[in-house]
């Protein structure tokens, strides 16, 4: 497994920008590959983005493609997600999910690590 503990949220205006972080602890972090989620209460965990344990491999969901940046950083530890043009639409819960096992990037069943989450809030 990849303990791993988010931060970065906040509350920002529509059209705003925030970073979230993802700090993975352990050894090996740059043999795994990582991913990017959120959550609103009562429905499904959505994957967003995925990066390789190089950083040389990145996937988007559809809906932040071209808003949101996913990237590592592998001597930290630590994994980003630039969020630019947020909208009220983005306020969730937002994760950071480790121990990628393959298999769809976006199907949370192929992560073992879970953070507690760190909230996003958009307001218009």
């Known amino acids: 497994q990849v303990p791993v503990v988010e931060s970065g949220g906040g509350s920002v205006q529509a059209g705003g920008s925030l970073r979230l972080s993802c700090i993975a602890s352990g050894v090996n972090f740059d043999v795994h590959t990582m991913g990017w989620f959120r959550q609103d209460p009562g429905k499904e965990r959505e994957g967003l983005s995925w990066?390789?344990?190089?950083?040389?491999?990145?996937f988007y969901a559809d809906s932040v493609k071209g808003r949101f940046t996913i990237s590592r950083d592998n001597a930290k530890n630590t994994i980003y997600l630039q969020m630019t043009t947020l909208t009220v639409e983005d306020t969730a819960m937002y994760y950071c999910?480790?121990?990628?096992?393959?298999?769809?990037?976006?199907?949370?069943?192929?992560?073992?690590?879970w953070g507690q989450g760190t909230q996003v809030t958009v307001s218009s």
């Open positions: 999910g480790g121990g990628f096992s393959g298999g769809r990037w976006n199907d949370v069943r192929r992560y073992k690590s």
């Open positions: 990066v390789s344990a190089d950083g040389g491999t990145k």
